[in-house]
């Protein structure tokens, strides 16, 4: 017996509510005291670390002087915290400022880190005393006696386990007099800070599993020593494995295992060079850094473990031959109404194509056999699932145009730009993997009057899974949709909400129609064992689709995040095994995990919900000279317009499957890539993922109101607006027009 996940939570007894309210109420608290602020202080002390807040301005801080500001830890032995890059694993240190009007902080000033090798893995970081320095620059507009520095800090201390730490800091600096007293903690600092040299003839260049180094210009003291070696940029090589280094004469070079699963392709690479040293003494041997070009083309790397599995491959497949009659949109007319709701219904109709739904359908499926033979019930479970669907894009429409109206800037797929929203569906659809795979059954686990209802109301498991359907159909854009949707929030209320009611009626329509047509009862094979084995089959979708969600919140809320919710959604997933047991087994083994699920929910749950810091994107080179993606923004765009250069822009976010597939076929096209180096057509990739005011704005512009959106800029026209799905063909042809 399948149920959906909303059943399992309607359904559940209260022993099981309370379970996961115990489980979950120390993330809401932990949470809130984020967002409430705690109280600050000048020292955080634990047994692995202090962390104290530091100032060092010995000429005042008034405008023009030097003004430095820092995190001072000091680890406990053994222990350490991570650099800017910090290896196989492991987080950065993150500082946030709050700083009056007038004063700004600038990045940190990393000391040269140390190498700390675990097994066949490695990290880069620090132990011993260390202070992260943060230059603070005063403008004359600031007008007062002293600033006020409040510091928000983050860090991951870690011997062999790992323990997140963080603190609220207070400072008051005077602006008048000197602030010298830690001078000599920030003195060290700067003496350990790699430091800058020109590239000259120093170059790296990619090959076949290895990235071979070649650095000129070395301080002479450390000729025919070994170094160490640390590329600022994460994931881009192997820093556990072994490497091979050499001098010749002045000139250093080493062969380093490149990543298999690199996701950045640069074209200059920034690194640091230093002398090995022993641990126990806070920041590593000072050393050199430098920006040193890539010379030839980087290996295509392996695909991530994320890859879309085969079924929902060739759903995307069926999906890009569907739209490949759909032709390039340029200077389209503004739409209608009526033009908007058939748009809403098509792109309804081919949303059951796309892979956010493939799990979801395979439920549909198992249904629809079960009650083929009761034409009744077959045809009352269709309109019910009609109905769930529409209700729920209407009730989803209904929540977007709320909080639009309230001044958010929202798009469709709104949802999955927060972390919390993400966390949740990854462990409904954890929990219907299980239910289907065998590992546990509601029957077991629920009174037998309460899992029943099923049952007794299929009707309502119809409704529930159309909701389910919808929950995971929204973030995605079929073709069609794009331009219906843009329209809509800009519509009346209620013929905005009639279009959101077209789309989940275009969803619905296939099978609603099946449960009224005879002839597709017919077709379906009889109730009998295949349906065991097809239930297990259909369990693997599922987890892949949790695959995708834990890579979706990874992008929000880091490798932390992402591996605190899977560490939750093993301990949940033996606490619904437990529940099924019987006697005693049953108590001791659900309340130890039942207990380990409440701590771990206190200890690592906020980091699944907490937003990294967003930074900049990096330049991305692609398989063609020349041609490199680089990231968006409102400037950029109008300045390489206005320079008289065409600009392709991709309007993208990490949750966006159809994104994905687009990124890895036809924008990695050579021949599309060679046009657009041909036209000197400028790349741009706007990243969604997150919710940005900026990209939300520039969608708008275009008439829409969600990704994938492909458009291509040229100063004195319009822009032109391609198709969600890309072709080849598609984007040649409109960039032989340019």
Not at 384 to 412: D, H, I, K, M, P
Not at 466 to 473: C, E, H, K, N, W
Not at 669 to 691: E, F, H, P, Q
Request: net charge neutral.
């Amino acid at each position: 017996m399948s149920l959906n996940a909303f059943l399992l939570v309607l359904r559940a007894p209260r022993a099981l509510l309370l379970a996961l309210l115990v489980a979950l109420a120390p993330w809401g608290a932990l949470a809130q005291g984020l967002l409430s602020g705690a109280a600050a202080q000048t020292v955080v002390q634990s047994d692995q670390a202090r962390a104290e807040l530091l100032a060092h301005a010995p000429q005042g801080a008034t405008p023009g002087q030097p003004v430095w500001v820092g995190l001072q830890i000091t680890h406990a032995p053994e222990w350490h915290t991570y650099w800017k890059n910090s290896g196989d694993s492991g987080l950065p240190t993150e500082l946030q400022w709050t700083l009056p009007p007038g004063v700004s902080a600038g990045p940190i000033a990393w000391p040269t880190p140390r190498k700390f090798p675990i097994g066949n893995l490695a990290n880069y970081g620090y132990d011993g005393t260390v202070v992260l320095p943060v230059p603070l620059t005063v403008t004359p507009e600031f007008q007062g006696s002293h600033i006020d520095i409040k510091l928000y800090a983050a860090w991951l201390v870690c011997r062999k386990e790992c323990i997140p730490e963080e603190g609220r800091f207070s400072l008051r600096l005077p602006v008048q007099g000197s602030t010298g007293l830690n001078g000599a903690a920030f003195e060290a600092s700067f003496q350990a800070a790699p430091k800058d040299q020109p590239a000259g003839e120093s170059r790296v260049a990619p090959e076949a599993g290895s990235l071979k180094v070649t650095l000129t210009g070395l301080p002479a003291r450390w000729r025919g020593q070994p170094l160490e070696f640390f590329p600022e940029a994460p994931g881009l090589i192997e820093p556990g494995q072994p490497w091979t280094q050499a001098w010749d004469g002045e000139r250093w070079t080493a062969r380093v295992p490149l990543s298999p699963h690199r996701a950045e392709s640069p074209a200059q690479m920034a690194l640091v060079v230093a002398q090995a040293s022993p641990p126990g003494q806070g920041p590593g041997s000072p050393g050199v850094r430098l920006e040193v070009p890539v010379q030839g083309t980087w290996p295509a790397a392996a695909p991530l473990p994320v890859a879309v599995p085969a079924a929902l491959q060739a759903a995307l497949d069926a999906n890009a031959a569907r739209a490949s009659a759909a032709a390039p949109v340029s200077n389209a007319p503004p739409l209608t109404l009526a033009a908007a709701l058939l748009g809403a219904l098509l792109g309804g109709l081919i949303l059951n194509l796309m892979p956010c739904v493939f799990p979801v359908l395979a439920i549909k499926v198992m249904a629809f056999a079960q009650h083929a033979q009761d034409r009744r019930a077959h045809r009352a479970n269709g309109l019910a699932y009609t109905a769930g669907v529409v209700l729920s894009f209407v009730a989803l429409g209904g929540l977007l145009l709320g909080l639009r109206a309230a001044g958010e800037q929202l798009g469709w797929g709104f949802q999955l730009q927060s972390p919390a929203v993400v966390a949740v569906l990854a462990t409904l659809f954890t929990l219907i993997g299980l239910n289907l795979a065998g590992l546990f059954e509601f029957g077991h686990v629920l009174p037998s009057r309460v899992a029943s209802l099923q049952a007794r109301h299929p009707t309502g498991d119809a409704f529930l899974t159309g909701v389910l359907a919808t929950a995971i159909a929204s973030p995605c854009t079929a073709p069609f949709m794009g331009a219906s949707l843009g329209l809509a929030v800009a519509l009346p209320a209620a013929q905005a909400l009639a279009v959101f009611g077209a789309l989940g009626l275009g969803m619905a329509l296939p099978y609603l129609l099946a449960s009224w047509v005879p002839a597709v009862a017919r077709a379906l094979p009889r109730p009998g064992a295949w349906m065991n084995t097809f239930r297990h089959l259909m369990a693997f979708p599922m987890f892949a689709t949790v695959v995708w969600l834990l890579w979706v919140l990874g992008q929000q809320s880091g490798i932390d995040g992402a591996a605190a919710l899977l560490m939750l959604l093993v301990v949940l997933a033996l606490l619904v095994w437990a529940l099924g047991l019987r006697g005693r087994g049953r108590t001791v083994i659900a309340g130890l995990s039942l207990a380990g699920l409440a701590w771990l929910g206190w200890a690592i749950g906020p980091n699944v919900i907490r937003l990294q810091d967003a930074t900049p994107g990096q330049a991305v080179a692609t398989a063609v000279e020349g041609v490199s993606w680089q990231p968006w923004s409102p400037q950029a765009q109008a300045e390489l317009v206005a320079q008289g250069r065409p600009v392709f822009v991709d309007f993208t976010a990490a949750w966006c499957v159809t994104c994905q597939y687009n990124k890895r076929t036809t924008l990695a096209d050579a021949s599309v890539l060679g046009d657009m180096a041909r036209k000197n057509v400028a790349l741009l990739r706007a990243d969604w993922t997150r919710r940005d005011p900026d990209v939300t704005a520039a969608l708008a512009s275009l008439g829409r109101n969600g990704v994938p959106v492909y458009a291509i800029y040229k100063n004195g026209q319009p822009p032109q607006v391609l198709t969600e799905v890309l072709r080849v063909e598609e984007v040649r042809a409109a960039l032989a027009g340019l």
